[in-house]
């Protein structure tokens, strides 16, 4: 007991029953009004009797014999309550605030990051974006993911950072709290991504790319080969001629397993051809005889058309030299020579009879020369 002797008995009355009143602290304030009314009188009156205080007991025993007098329940023993995530969060936004604005330096490094803050909503944004990319596999390129869909994730991340930047856009209160989260999260993640950003941008990115020139038909120079045009010495186009490497095998344009060779693209038509049997090859479907057959697809079916002689280039070339005879000019000499012309004969000296002495006559007055036509003859002829 706190009461001092040296009080009067109005006094010490009254702190008995202040002490019995703050063990009645979770009950209403009439209920206890009730519970104490003309109990400080009371002790009073009974300490001037000479009654001493220790008679009543402990206060805290007292207000207990009172509550079970009252029918009321005994005081339920309460824990102090740990403070929440987000009260100790407040807690520390407050110590934050309060440690900003102890000092006038710490005051203008506060008023600074708030101009900074729209720059950090969009930093926040950017990554975020990059954060979910690298979670979805996104391909990055010098550290960054870039494509049109990266792009599109960027900007939506940025929107919705700056709009919470500005307290938008949190219709409900779970929302703020994601938010907060993200802060924190971004904040741990900015560091990384600078750091991953710029090591990548100042390494140069080098990617080898091979190409696969395992072609299954013929190939040249690392391209498709489609077809072939072959021309003699006198440069004249050939209209077909059979390959064969030095094995003896067939070569084609195309590979073992495919059924036919690979189509042509004419650059000058703008337009895909279907390859087919060289037509003097048909019967014998031999894809080893050149040039090959082709046929334009149609622009309304996107059918090929009817296979026909394929047209190269160039139709003809020049010689390859003075020696190289044309066949087609020789055989108009042959076509010649079969019909009793020759070249500078006029026919005149055919008409006129054989007149020297080795001359035969023949009926009708023809004659038909037996002798050479040397030039000792011609001499003695003169």
């Given at each position: 007991m706190n009461v001092s002797a040296a009080l009067t008995n109005a006094e010490r009355a009254e702190a008995f029953t202040a002490e019995v009143r703050s063990h009645l602290s979770d009950l209403p304030t009439e209920e206890v009004d009730e519970l104490l009314d003309g109990l400080g009188a009371d002790i009073t009156?009974?300490?001037?009797?000479?009654?001493?205080?220790?008679?009543?007991?402990?206060?805290?025993?007292?207000?207990?014999?009172?509550?079970?007098?009252?029918?009321?329940?005994?005081?339920?023993?309460?824990?102090?309550?740990?403070?929440?995530?987000?009260?100790?969060?407040?807690?520390?936004?407050?110590?934050?605030?309060?440690?900003?604005?102890?000092?006038?330096?710490?005051?203008?490094?506060?008023?600074?990051?708030?101009?900074?803050?729209?720059?950090?909503?969009?930093?926040?944004?950017?990554?975020?974006?990059?954060?979910?990319?690298?979670?979805?596999?996104?391909?990055?390129?010098?550290?960054?993911?870039?494509s049109l869909g990266a792009a599109a994730l960027t900007l939506a991340f940025i929107a919705v950072s700056v709009q919470w930047g500005r307290g938008?856009?949190?219709?409900?209160?779970?929302?703020?709290?994601?938010?907060?989260?993200?802060?924190?999260?971004a904040v741990i993640l900015t560091l990384p991504f600078l750091v991953t950003t710029w090591v990548n941008a100042s390494t140069p990115n080098v990617e080898y790319v091979v190409d696969d020139l395992s072609y299954q038909g013929l190939a040249f120079n690392g391209?498709?080969?489609?077809?072939?045009?072959?021309?003699?010495?006198?440069?004249?186009?050939?209209?077909?001629?059979?390959?064969?490497?030095?094995?003896?095998k067939p070569?084609?344009?195309?590979g073992e397993d495919q059924p036919t060779p690979p189509d042509s693209w004419v650059q000058g038509e703008d337009r895909n051809y279907a390859h087919s049997f060289n037509p003097i090859a048909r019967d014998a479907e031999a894809w080893n005889v050149f040039p090959l057959g082709s046929a334009r697809y149609s622009d309304v079916t996107g059918e090929a058309g009817t296979p026909a002689a394929a047209k190269p280039e160039k139709t003809e070339l020049p010689p390859l030299s003075r020696?190289?005879?044309?066949?087609?000019?020789?055989?108009?000499?042959?076509?010649?020579?079969?019909?009793?012309?020759?070249?500078?004969?006029?026919?005149?000296?055919g008409d006129e009879p054989a007149t020297d002495g080795n001359a035969d006559a023949t009926p009708g007055g023809a004659s038909v020369s037996t002798t050479p036509a040397t030039p000792a003859n011609q001499l003695a002829a003169r």
């Open positions: 009156e009974r300490l001037s009797e000479g009654d001493s205080l220790d008679s009543l007991g402990d206060a805290a025993h007292y207000a207990e014999e009172l509550r079970q007098a009252a029918g009321l329940p005994a005081r339920a023993t309460t824990k102090p309550t740990k403070p929440t995530a987000a009260e100790r969060a407040e807690r520390l936004k407050q110590r934050g605030a309060e440690w900003l604005d102890a000092t006038p330096g710490r005051q203008g490094f506060r008023d600074l990051m708030v101009s900074l803050r729209p720059a950090w909503w969009v930093l926040r944004g950017v990554v975020g974006a990059w954060a979910a990319l690298l979670l979805l596999r996104h391909p990055l390129i010098n550290g960054v993911p870039v938008r856009w949190l219709p409900r209160q779970w929302l703020a709290r994601v938010r907060d989260v993200a802060n924190v999260v391209g498709e080969v489609t077809n072939i045009y072959a021309y003699d010495c006198a440069g004249n186009l050939l209209d077909a001629v059979r390959l064969y490497d030095q094995n003896g070569i084609t344009t195309m020696d190289c005879v044309d066949p087609a000019a020789s055989a108009d000499e042959a076509s010649g020579g079969a019909s009793g012309e020759k070249p500078g004969d006029d026919g005149a000296a």
